[in-house]
């Protein structure tokens, strides 16, 4: 038996490093398998063997008293890590992880120096930057980065692959390892996985010679770590009996020979933390480095098919993008599988490559199945090289008493998670529909963004109406963790955040809107906190503008507690109170307020129109006293223009103006008097709201044509600013027939009434095909012929 402990350095993720490694423990058959990987999961292993659990997975390790302090070490199906777990448990070998423990990597500070032996190189759980694969091993830091300098830290570290690729003559790292490993079977014909690792561990002996640590000084910590670890499994099973799964960049370090003493000081005084692991679901789109965590491939799809594929990977390749296609509506026939898959042997052969490659592929795709189109190859991208496949875990995992809570929701209301996004629309009618919305309001209260609320389906306004847009992402695991110090179920840990978030809210808005969402996550026991923080808020709060910000959201959280059978009576109390506070305020708010006051007071003249359309219903004296305080604003001189406009314009909207007082004040606005720049703004303001006013009432348009006409040449340029927002924000076919309108130029008195003198737009009444119709009109409604004929001009009018 071999006396030296067998090395397999490996590429994470790397499907032929996973091949390579299986055939090596098949050969070697060892008595124990030791792995990179965090101690504290050895008592997890035994979970990979269930049927349940399904890769992509993660291990995840948080701080206990910080769970927002945590890292994932993924593993995917064609992770070399999983083939040795699954391999052992097939053959009741030992698994042990040896890496340096999860209690002192988690425990390193953010922003500790560079030379911090307590951090390894794992992303931080939230997807901070990604870290480039390079076959040292992890996939992520936790605690976050160094503080060196990014543009130092980058120039220092070396990336062995691309290394390796250089020395080789190629400039893509990604192609190489494929050329060198993954086409190749890892290694050459006539010789076995084990001369493959034995050639790879010594091109990384030679790096490192030439490099030392390439700039990866916590790497020095954790190899001290895994050379102890080594050590005891020797002494306990014998060297020849012992197998190592590592990143290639730590096979030199754990060839090395050195001292007991010297690695257990490199690991003296390292601080530590109390921490939990468990299993959690990941996915081929967080595999992706493209995604915003770095585990070290582009292609997770596509490394997946290589390592199922029993043979011919390129031809079966092809036959699942056209099978993706046609579900898409797009002509893919047979013959197009067969002229792609040989485009792509072709631009192998003619790029040296021994097999087509992704990039081959993909050329041979975009050329025959895509008519030379990158939008179907986007689809294609994102369904197959990529992918959504999302893992699974057993019930048996470790979680926390939320996570449980959250699963047997999840299965209760039938809410399956996905990788991919999906939209549901729920009718809040329904018993289940109106559970899943309380969920996923509740979940969102906690920091859970499992879904986010969409755009209403069917363009309907009702409130008995959601869509949400779902999309289970890994990291969610770590939020649930976080969320877990609130409460030990959804409902409890919500009603407790929600009451924390009241007391703690620094303003007057942010109290109206957490009332809002405790009413759509149905949370009455944390209402009478929150009734009792806003009615004191408001009471001290004299600021017109944080009162009318705040008035909108109680209004929908009536509208919305109304649809879900909610006690909102103290709500409505309050924001009456509200209403009536800011209808005294907002006239004297208003006056004396510069362009970029206004404009903000505006939003909030707006907001509160809408939300007195919510709370008034039948109640007509408050809606009543709002048009009293608009009626005000429109006529008050120290108001600015783009308010007494808005005001005029709402006014109108509601029916409360008629069409010849808005006149007069149109007139009064664009005088000779008015400054051009302020009778710009009451345009901007008045006509916000769309154009189709002006289109319906030429008596308006002739007014502002009339006015436009004399504003001086000197004046012009400062108000076209304006005019251009106002008229910009239109439909372009609003504008189309705009400028129509004012290409016909003003017409006779025929085209409609005229205000002032002012003529309006449109084209005259053409009589002689007005009586034309007559005969036909006169038939439609019963009367006879000559009836409808005799009825001249007067039944055209």
Request: proline share 7%; glycine share 12%; hydrophobic share 45%.
């Amino acid at each position: 038996m071999t006396a030296v402990p067998l090395l397999l350095g490996v590429r994470h993720h790397g499907p032929g490093s996973a091949r390579a490694v299986r055939a090596a423990l098949e050969e070697r058959k060892p008595a124990v398998v030791l792995i990179e990987g965090p101690p504290e999961a050895d008592a997890l292993v035994a979970l990979a063997a269930e049927e349940t659990m399904r890769p992509p997975v993660a291990l995840l390790a948080h701080v206990v008293d910080d769970p927002g302090r945590a890292a994932f070490w993924p593993l995917a199906e064609f992770s070399p890590e999983w083939v040795a777990v699954r391999w052992a448990l097939a053959h009741d070998v030992p698994v042990r992880f040896v890496d340096l423990p999860a209690a002192h990597s988690l425990a390193h500070p953010e922003g500790a120096p560079s030379d911090t032996p307590a951090t390894t190189d794992r992303q931080p759980a939230d997807g901070g930057g990604p870290d480039e694969e390079d076959g040292r091993g992890g996939t992520g830091t936790p605690g976050g980065p160094a503080a060196a300098p990014a543009e130092l830290t980058e120039d220092l570290r070396v990336d062995p692959l691309a290394v390796l690729a250089r020395t080789a003559g190629y400039d893509d790292p990604e192609r190489w390892w494929e050329d060198v490993v993954e086409h190749q079977g890892f290694g050459r014909e006539g010789e076995g996985p084990l001369a493959a690792f034995e050639a790879l561990g010594d091109a990384m002996a030679a790096l490192r010679e030439e490099h030392g640590h390439g700039g990866h000084e916590r790497d020095l910590v954790r190899e001290a770590y895994m050379r102890l670890q080594l050590r005891n499994a020797v002494r306990e099973f014998g060297a020849g009996s012992v197998a190592v799964v590592c990143g290639a960049w730590h096979v030199p370090a754990l060839r090395a020979r050195t001292a007991v003493t010297a690695d257990r000081a490199l690991l003296k005084g390292l601080p530590k933390v109390r921490v939990e692991l468990t299993w959690v679901p990941w996915t081929h789109r967080r595999l992706s480095r493209t995604s915003g965590y770095g585990a070290g491939i582009e292609s997770p799809g596509w490394y997946g098919h290589l390592f199922s594929a029993a043979d011919r990977p390129v031809a079966r390749w092809m036959t699942k993008v056209a099978g993706l296609l046609r579900d898409e509506g797009w002509p893919v026939s047979s013959a197009h599988v067969i002229e792609a898959v040989r485009l792509a042997d072709s631009l192998a052969v003619m790029r040296g490559r021994p097999l087509a490659g992704l990039t081959e592929t993909t050329d041979a795709v975009r050329a025959v199945m895509c008519d030379g189109s990158d939008v179907p190859l986007a689809l294609v991208h994102d369904r197959l090289v990529v992918g959504d496949v999302l893992g699974e875990v057993p019930e048996a995992a470790p979680a926390v008493p939320l996570q449980r809570d959250l699963t047997r929701l999840q299965r209760t209301l039938r809410l399956r998670p996905e990788a991919a996004e999906r939209e549901l629309d729920l009718d809040l009618r329904k018993d289940t529909d109106a559970a899943r919305s309380r969920l996923l309001h509740r979940l969102r209260l906690l920091g859970i963004g499992w879904g986010e609320p969409a755009r209403t389906a069917r363009g309907t306004t009702g409130t008995f109406r959601e869509s949400w847009r779902l999309r289970w992402e890994p990291e969610l695991s770590v939020r649930v963790a976080e969320a877990g110090i609130w409460g030990t179920t959804v409902l409890a840990a919500a009603t407790a955040k929600a009451e924390s978030g009241a007391l703690e809210a620094p303003g007057l808005g942010e109290v109206t809107a957490l009332a809002e969402r405790c009413l759509l996550a149905d949370l009455p026991a944390a209402l009478p906190v929150i009734m009792r923080v806003l009615a004191d808020r408001a009471a001290l709060d004299a600021d017109v503008g944080h009162l009318a910000a705040a008035l909108p959201a109680l209004a929908r959280a009536l509208r919305y507690g109304d649809v879900r059978g909610t006690d909102t009576a103290a709500l409505a109390e309050v924001a009456d109170g509200l209403a009536r506070r800011v209808f005294v305020g907002l006239p004297p708010a208003c006056a004396g307020l510069d362009a970029d006051g206004a404009l903000e007071m505006r939003g909030h003249l707006e907001s509160v129109h809408d939300a007195v359309g919510l709370l008034a219903g039948e109640d007509t004296d408050l809606r009543d006293r709002w048009h009293a305080v608009l009626r005000t604003l429109a006529l008050r001189d120290a108001v600015p223009g783009l308010l007494r406009g808005r005001a005029a314009r709402l006014l109108l909207d509601e029916g409360a103006l008629a069409v010849e007082e808005t006149a007069r004040l149109m007139g009064l606005a664009l005088s000779v008097g008015t400054p051009p720049v302020q009778a710009a703004a009451w345009l901007e303001g008045f006509l916000g709201g769309g154009g189709m006013l002006l289109v319906h009432d030429p008596r308006l348009l002739g007014l502002v044509d009339a006015w436009l006409g004399g504003v001086p040449a000197d004046s012009f340029t400062d108000v076209l600013p304006l005019l251009r927002r106002t008229f910009g924000a239109y439909e372009s076919g609003v504008r189309r027939t705009l400028g129509e309108l004012v290409r016909r130029g003003p017409a006779g008195p025929e085209a409609g009434p005229a205000a002032e003198g002012i003529p309006g737009f449109g084209a005259a009444l053409d009589q002689e095909r007005a009586d034309a119709v007559l005969p036909v009109l006169g038939l439609l409604l019963g009367a006879g012929a000559g009836a409808g004929a005799g009825g001249g001009s007067g039944a055209a009018r």
